[in-house]
């Protein structure tokens, strides 16, 4: 009976209800010609300055034909450069997860004054010059830095050298992972790990079996995006390196190096490269993105 | 709230965590921007102020900024055209279009570089029609100023996409059956909730405009007093060996860039107290 109340009930009330809704969208939309305009505006804008300099990268790589192509990338400067920058991401990505989850942890589960200025500073190399991130190593490290003499004598080379470039990939990347889980763990609260503390399992254990769990896709969303930067970063890597052809050029100050030197088929092959990490991380990063709001919607239930 | 926090506090690890954050947080972060303020300080006044009166910087930061701010303009209204047309029309290619307003971030800003040099010089695709027209844009101002909007189209987009997305539709609605046109309802009712999403993206862009390096460079064309950005004209002092002119360009930028950073906060805590959430 109750059944029958309820579905005459709600038959009418839909029917209702989607009438209210055609009424709606005349209420909240603009003539045809108005639309056109705006999507083809809209179209236009974004072919020109997104899709057409996506398009040139490999235009321009692949212009002498695909031996060239492949030439270009098997020449050994080619090789070394991919591998300092498979180097460089590998460091900066990892130590950026370890504090990553270390921040995460203290600042999403637990209460304390000034949460908001932390998140200001974690966020800072967001708005900081590249150039600049480089500058602040170079004041540090360089022969007229403030430990430029004690390095000096103890025989430690960091500037111009593989921990030089690391040191500022980090400094650029420092707030990708951290930023993508705090959010998320705010939002997942701390009664699960409450239950099992109070079941007596260890900090660790929780961590591991609790929390881990729930935020892989956090965690994998934030190493993804603190990658694509890592291994793309130009700015501060080039004021650091010191430009040692062979030895600390990164793919993207060889790009530059080529670049400068006429030899556009080579500069366009290393930066199709980068520009296919670039397309893989959008594709993955709109993957993860739709894992995370399930997960999102699975907990709201 | 106090016993929610007592609660909260039952957690292990609080000490370990907070303190490695901090720890990790001054030696990568803190102590090297401090090391910046610091070296500054070595300078006296009259030098800080002779190095930024100098015509080549003063010139660098008038393009660094002016067309930073004219980049962040254009985004800011074809950023709104981008989201209205991604928020509230369906069209073929829609997703797609969605997906790579992100490109200018994932895109390494040499290859964007290399890329908009290609795409702009004279015998470029898009060059070559330009220069038909008499309109040079690689190697000009002009290069600067597309490379600047290429590089902050994805801030205003993404800023202002879930504010639209979340937009009550019965303010709208009540616009429109209290008799307002469609135009009067877009801009009295609909502007003004999305104003403070706006400023965020306008400030976000021009940021980084402000600060952008690599995909500016090869574009510029680099010639001093003309073309040459800040960020470029700090890297040419450092070859130099000129270490007090590269630290007081870079405190004049890291300073705006605190600014920027404070009013883009004090606009969200605004936004959060007038558009109520749904």
Known sequence: MTMQIADSVSLPASDAKAHAAAARDNLRTEPRAVRIVIIALAVIFLTVFVVLPLVVVFAQALSRGILAYFAALAEPEALAAIKLTLIVAAISVGLNLVFGLVAAWAIAKFDFPGKTFLITLIDLPFSVSPVISGLVFVLLFGAQGYFGTWLRDHDIQILFAVPGIALATTFVTFPFVARALIPLMQEQGTQEEEAAISLGASGLQTFFRVTLPNIKWGVLYGVLLCNARAMGEFGAVSVVSGHIRGETNTMPLLVEILYDEYQFVAAFAIASLLAMLALITLIAKTVLERHLDEGQDAGDH | ?278
């Not at chain 2, 895109?107 to 330009?130: I, Q, R």
Request: proline share 6%; net charge positive; charged share 15%.
């Open chain 2, 1 to 278: 709230m106090s016993a929610l926090a007592a609660r909260r506090r039952t957690l292990p690890g609080f000490g370990l965590t907070m303190g490695l954050t901090l720890s990790w947080l001054s030696i990568i972060i803190l102590i090297p921007l401090a090391g910046l303020f610091l070296k500054s300080l070595e300078l006296s006044p009259e030098q800080f102020w002779n190095i930024l009166s100098s015509r080549r910087t003063l010139n660098a930061l008038r393009v660094s900024f002016g067309l930073a701010f004219a980049a962040a303009s254009v985004n800011l209204v074809m950023g709104s055209i981008i989201v209205w047309a991604l928020v509230r029309y369906r069209f073929p290619g829609r997703r797609i279009f969605d997906a790579i307003v992100d490109v200018p971030f994932a895109l390494p800003t040499a290859v964007a570089g290399v890329a908009l040099t290609a795409l702009f010089a004279e015998k470029g695709w898009l060059g070559a029609p330009l220069a038909a027209l008499g309109i040079k844009v690689a190697f000009t101002p002009v290069g600067i100023f597309v490379a600047m909007i290429f590089i902050g189209i994805p801030f205003v987009v993404r800023t202002v996409q879930p504010v639209l997305q979340d937009l009550d539709p019965e303010i709208e609605e009540a616009a429109g059956s209290l008799g307002a046109s469609r135009w009067q309802t877009i801009i009295r009712v609909i502007l003004p909730s999305l104003a403070p999403a706006l400023l965020t993206g306008l400030a976000l862009a021009f940021a980084r405009a402000v600060g952008e390096y690599g995909s500016v460079i090869f574009i510029a064309g680099n010639l001093p007093n003309v073309s040459e950005i800040a960020p470029l004209l700090i890297v040419i002092r450092l070859s130099e060996f000129r270490y007090a002119d590269a630290t007081a360009i870079a405190v004049v930028m890291l300073v705006v860039s605190f600014v920027i950073i404070f009013a883009v906060n004090r606009l969200q805590r605004w936004a959060r107290s007038r558009v109520p959430a749904r």
